[in-house]
């Protein structure tokens, strides 16, 4: 059957799926030659009367590329003629297609090209009504997952890459012929600099020259006067650097709601280390969640949440080669209310939830296909939520997991199970250019505070005014930086 409102009539020669997308994550030892600021394009060339070589009637698998090409910035790296394929899933929990290449291509900082793949993913199941390879695609009916990514691997050991980059589609197109790079736009960084100097004029032709016999206390007073009436005209600079400081340097996720698991970009569970007898995982994060719920509102209900998100980790087996593995988890978690904390004045209401873990399964694709790891269903994976109302539609989101996992390297035909729990906890984790705008933010506050903090010498002497003495210069006390109910 052929998936509705996506497919065309299978065509008996190849088809040219056309490319592009933006960078989101370089790994460091890639960061010479890559960067955010970079976009992707591409193609990939497929036989569309390809058979499928899979007899589940919900998952195809196609070795149907011809040809592949990925560029970011000035550099391409092409498909090396041997390993890729189109894999097409219409599950019972979402529809997916990812196909994947390995790669030929220029050396970067010592790691060779090694794969490149695309995971798109729509938990509607309105994607697909079948496994049928399609001849066309709508890139908006995937809005769950949708991700690019390029691996980088050792020359002298291609399970060991150590260096990867991804980011998001912006265009997926059937086309009739190979395309050419696409026509760049005017970068934001040369339009931002081609308007300062418009900015400076402007503001030069504003500025008027100070009078001279201004008094010391009109002086610290006209600073402080800017400040505060500054925070009352702009209180949500207040709530953006709270925020962002918060959920930067905290344990917690900072959310718009209290809906959980929390779709805030970079929300993940993260740890440490997964471990099985001859096999380890280090640092497993489980993120990108595709869909969240209320939490229970009373003491005593029950909620369970269902989702799908993506899983990531770096994967070391027994002769001690590593591989950065990335795959797609389908979950169940239960939150049961045990506790709420009601407190006075406009403090916002703490909220306390079991929880337990009912199902966890992650599938690596045909980049580990022998790789599956699910929750342990004989050993109960329990953790603890804390939601806290924060005010100004703001919520503070801590929660952690103790879980126990199995490991398959055989398709799923044997398991083997986790030496001890493995402690995940849920963590913003930013993205560069955040930390980069957090950092600049930061600065620039301090100087300003400074600046405020020390008048001129003939201030410092000023009697006390109506916006108070030097020496009484302070900030507003933030009544929404409370301290989270700790496990």
Same mark, same amino acid.
């Given at each position: ?222 600073? *402080? ?7 009352? #005209?702009? @209180?949500?600079?207040? !709530?953006?650097?709270?925020? +962002?400081? /918060? =959920? ?109 873990? *009912? ?7 045909? #980049?580990? @296909?022998?790789?599956? !790891?699910?929750?342990?269903? +004989?050993? /109960? =994976? ?106």
């Amino acid at each position: 059957m052929i998936p509705a409102g996506l497919m065309q009539p299978a065509v008996a020669s190849p088809l040219i799926f056309a490319f592009e997308g933006n960078v989101t994550f370089v790994d460091p030892p890639l960061a010479g030659t890559f960067n955010t600021a970079q976009t992707l394009w591409g193609y990939y060339i497929f036989e569309s009367t390809t058979p499928d070589n899979d007899p589940n009637s919900a998952s195809g698998v196609y070795p149907a590329l011809t040809d592949l090409s990925a560029t970011v910035g000035s550099y391409t790296a092409t498909w090396d003629g041997q390993g890729g394929g189109i894999i097409v899933r219409n599950g019972s929990t979402n529809d997916s297609y990812q196909p994947n290449a390995s790669l030929s291509g220029p050396i970067v900082d010592g790691f060779d090209p090694s794969v490149f793949l695309i995971v798109l993913q729509d938990n509607s199941k309105t994607a697909f009504s079948s496994d049928a390879l399609p001849s066309s695609l709508d890139l908006s009916l995937f809005g769950d997952v949708n991700r690019w990514e390029l691996h980088f691997s050792n020359p002298t050991n291609f399970f060991d890459p150590n260096a990867f980059m991804y980011g998001e589609l912006t265009s997926l197109q059937l086309v009739k012929e190979v395309p050419g790079p696409p026509v760049p736009e005017p970068s934001t960084a040369m339009l931002l600099l081609a308007a300062i100097p418009i900015l400076a004029a402007v503001r030069r032709s504003k500025t008027k020259p100070q009078p001279r016999e201004n008094t010391a206390r009109q002086e610290g007073g006209a600073r *402080l006067k800017h400040f505060f009436r500054g925070a009352a #005209l702009k @209180p949500w600079a207040a !709530i953006v650097w709270t925020t +962002a400081l /918060a =959920s930067t340097l905290s344990g917690a996720v900072i959310s718009s709601s209290d809906c959980f698991p929390p779709l805030d970009p970079g929300a993940a569970y993260a740890g440490r280390v997964l471990s099985w007898p001859g096999f380890t995982m280090n640092n497993p994060a489980l993120g990108q969640f595709s869909a969240c719920l209320a939490p229970p509102a009373n003491v005593g209900d029950t909620t369970v949440h269902l989702f799908n998100a993506i899983f990531e980790a770096d994967f070391l087996n027994p002769d001690g080669a590593q591989v950065h593995a990335t795959g797609t988890a389908a979950a169940q978690i239960q939150l049961q209310k045990v506790q709420k904390v009601q407190r006075a004045l406009a403090l916002g209401d703490i909220s306390v939830y079991d929880a337990v873990i *009912l199902q966890l399964e992650i599938d690596f694709g045909l #980049l580990l @296909p022998a790789v599956r !790891i699910r929750a342990n269903p +004989a050993m /109960a =994976s329990l953790g603890q939520t804390v939601i806290e109302d924060l005010g100004r539609s703001a919520f503070g989101i801590d929660s952690f997991f103790d879980v126990f996992t199995e490991l398959s390297v055989d398709g799923g035909q044997t398991w083997i199970r986790s030496l001890e729990s493995t402690r995940m906890d849920l963590q913003t984790i930013p993205e560069p250019a955040t930390l980069v705008m957090l950092g600049i933010g930061l600065v620039a506050i301090a100087r300003f505070r400074r600046r405020i903090a020390e008048p001129s010498a003939a201030a410092r002497f000023s009697p006390a005014g109506r916006y108070g003495g030097p020496d009484e210069y302070s900030l507003p006390a933030c009544r929404h930086c409370t301290a989270f109910l700790r496990r």
